[in-house]
């Protein structure tokens, strides 16, 4: 069974996501689970949904130009560096704590797909199409939205790519 914790207060980082849904015009509201959901695991586990229901939100560096690039993955899925470096057109580099917090204004494990600095060119996992809702990071461990795959493809301008 799924235990929300009805009561939490938002932190910034999950106001700005919140903020972020409603500027999108999406209904979802941000959830604050009752225990952290650190990996695509526990949080399919604490959600009671299949793992590949859980969009992973990654930041590479690009290798040449530094630049950020931001990959939504579904939960099942490992991402290819290499192949999907030539898809986008440079070698991709994993990003420390630092770059990924930059980049995207997260700390690792509470990444979200919405809430950025700046605008990001964003890639979205084919495989998360295949379901009709899946849950992403509210930025932060404890917590997460449900949105329509199609609505998340679509809000977040992500070009579809197979990441593996």
Known sequence: ???FDETAILTPAEQRVADALTGH???TKVRVLRELANTAQMAAD?????????VKSLCFRGAETGRPYFILVSGT?????KRVGRLIG???ERADADFVKEATGFSIGGVS??????PLATYFDQHL???ATVWAAAGNPRSVFEI???DLQRTTAGTVIDVT
Not at 77 to 81: A, C, G, L, Q, S
Not at 113 to 118: L, N, R, S, V
């Open 77 to 81: 899925n490992r991402v290819h560096e």
């Open 148 to 150: 329509r795959s199609h």
């Open 1 to 3: 069974m799924i235990e």
């Open 90 to 92: 440079e070698v991709l």
């Open 46 to 54: 604490a959600l009671g949904v299949e793992v590949g229901q859980i």
């Open 113 to 118: 797909p919405f809430g950025h600095p700046a």
């Open 25 to 27: 015009g999406l209904s």
């Open 129 to 131: 199409l295949d379901y």
